[in-house]
């Protein structure tokens, strides 16, 4: 009995062999490779004085995602590098936000594309003492037009802060009450 189903084995193993080749595979469709390409900034440290501080920027490189098969940037750009804040006056500085902006060499703005979100400079900015500073990593998007043409010709750095203790002014104003 056992001897019978014995030998339609191999048939069926070779009927399951002949359709599973037969099978048409779908096609896999390769993904684009991408790169991450670093361009260095000349000159990669810059430090500018204002009237209440000094920001200084170091290790500055912008750091795009190029599609290598068509060169074309599959995500925004990024500058990176680092970011120190010093406080130069006698007052406590509360920074409360810095933005970047890019120009060209004619001066304008360097505008975003649609779909392009401008970021600013993230960072915990507590309150800087006179005589001290706050350091944060640069990681700050970059316009896509700006880094295909090569047009960045000065970054303009944007720091909102309110100098601690605020200054008061006590003014009086002259009223009567009428019954």
Known sequence: ???????????????????????????????????????????????IKGELFTVK???????????TSTEELATTPSLKGSIKISNDSTNILDIERVTMQYLDSSGNAIPFENGEKEAGVRGYWSDIQPGTDSEASLDVRV??????EKSINKIRSHVVYIPVPLKKETMEFALEMEE
Do not use: R
């Open 57 to 67: 920027l170091s290790d500055l490189k912008i750091v795009k995602t190029v599609n």
């Open 1 to 47: 009995m056992l001897k019978k189903p014995f030998p339609l084995w191999p048939l069926g193993l070779l009927l399951i062999f002949s359709f599973n080749s037969c099978e048409k595979k779908p096609k896999i469709t390769e993904a684009p490779e991408i790169q991450e390409v670093t361009v260095a900034l000349t000159p990669s440290n810059l430090e």
């Open 143 to 148: 316009p896509m037009a700006a880094v295909k």
